[in-house]
């Protein structure tokens, strides 16, 4: 299957900085991708759709100036999580969508803010 | 807007016995169906998928699900597990055509004892 990856794997950071956490695509083209937060105990939460050479479409509820998206290529779309709290502590996911509907997931990435 | 409820959050098998797990969704158009398995500490991966045809849908593993439009279902069966099929399982839906937003059901977690 195809392939989708994620950096960092796993950060930690001071409460008032920001994240940004990397989504790639690594071997097919992807205009869509998608940002989850994957709370315990609870299922994938959509956050957003990234939109390749456009702003991101995002769920309600969820603060567009504090996670920032952003998706320059058709391969790599950012999230930037904005002066985190420890609230924001949690799993992020990306998918990429490749032709077909097919949606391939990341690893994920397990933030703490302290 | 589209809903999806897994009935079984914890679901505890010996090895060989049969599976079962339970998913209904909540919308009024057609829909892409999906199951995706979340293996201890590895990313999402599809299981099967459902977007047309026949309703009896085989994926990997051995794994297969049942579409039946009439009780907005799609149970996920396999005929006799293995210690390796412990996972977290979460059926997913999407409305077909347009905007690829995915729901997802909160999941559930299956424990295979030898």
């Known amino acids: 299957g195809a392939v989708v990856s994620q950096h960092p794997s796993r950060v930690i950071c001071k409460s008032g900085t920001s994240v940004k956490i990397e989504c790639r695509s690594l071997d097919f083209q992807a205009t869509t991708m998608f940002w989850y937060r994957q709370f315990p105990k609870k299922s994938l939460m959509l956050m957003a759709t990234?939109?390749?050479?456009?702003?991101?479409?995002?769920e309600q509820g969820v603060e567009k100036d504090k996670f920032l998206i952003n998706h320059a290529s058709l391969t790599l779309s950012t999230l930037t999580v904005t002066s985190a709290h420890p609230e924001d502590s949690s799993f992020y996911i990306c998918?990429?969508?490749?032709?077909?509907?097919?949606?391939?997931f990341g690893p994920g990435t397990r933030l703490t803010v302290l | 807007a589209q809903s999806v409820s897994q009935h079984n959050h914890h679901v505890i098998l010996s090895e060989a016995a049969s599976l079962e797990l339970g998913c209904n969704y909540s919308y009024g158009g057609t829909v892409n169906l999906f199951w995706y398995v979340q293996y201890p500490g590895q990313h999402l991966q599809l299981l099967l998928k459902y977007f047309s045809g026949d309703p009896l849908v085989k994926g990997i593993k051995g794994f297969e699900a049942e579409f039946i439009k009439s009780k907005f279902s799609f149970n996920l069966r396999k005929p006799s597990v293995q210690w390796s099929d412990t996972a977290e399982y979460f059926c997913?839906?999407?409305?077909?055509?347009?905007?690829?937003?995915?729901?997802f059901g909160t999941g559930t977690k299956l424990q295979v004892i030898p």
């Open positions: 990234s939109n390749e050479g456009s702003k991101a479409t995002y």
């Open positions: 998918s990429a969508l490749r032709a077909g509907n097919e949606q391939f």
């Open positions: 997913a839906v999407t409305a077909r055509g347009g905007y690829q937003k995915v729901t």
